[in-house]
């Protein structure tokens, strides 16, 4: 069996599920991230786009080029919970705002991602790689251990 996996936003008027294990969870510092997040880097789970579904209409921003990993972002109209990022360089995967999930303590970050924009006082988990910016492409088959 598959574990099912599901969250949404604060206001419940968008929800999410798909079942599999995620591609990776990093933590990404890049500036898009802080803007979309307002927090100092987002955790974000790399999950393959055909298996992800998606009730509820979140609303689309496309921030301009220079801000970091470029991606369009998807969040809650109503609430403005961040939701999900979609990145130029993989069209197969979608990013999980792991905060939005139910179960976010089933995972963990395998890196640090975008690190040149890493704000000074953003505090690291040591035992975890640096990546100065984009992590290598999954693909949906691939798995990084969680
Ligand atoms: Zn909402
Ligand atoms: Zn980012």
């Not at 996996?5 to 206001?11: E, K, Q």
């Not at 974000?44 to 609303?59: D, E, S």
């Not at 998807?74 to 403005?80: I, K, R, T, V």
């Amino acid at each position: 069996m598959m574990k099912e996996y599901s969250g949404g936003c604060a206001c419940g008027a968008v929800r999410f599920q798909w079942s599999g294990s995620p591609l990776a969870m990093y933590n990404c510092h890049c500036r898009s991230c802080q803007l979309a997040s307002g927090s100092a880097w987002a955790p974000l789970l790399v999950v393959a786009r055909q298996v992800l579904r998606i009730a509820g209409t979140p609303r689309q921003h496309r921030p301009p080029k220079a801000q970091g990993n470029h991606a369009t972002r998807l969040f809650c109209a109503e609430c403005g919970s961040p939701l999900f990022a979609l990145p130029d360089n993989n069209p197969a995967v979608l990013l999980v705002h792991a905060a939005a999930m139910a179960s976010a303590d089933a995972f963990k970050p395998v890196a640090d991602i975008w690190t040149v924009d890493a704000l000074p006082w953003a505090h690291m988990d040591r035992h975890i790689p640096k990546m100065f910016k984009s992590p290598p492409i999954l693909e949906p088959e691939d798995q990084v251990s969680l």
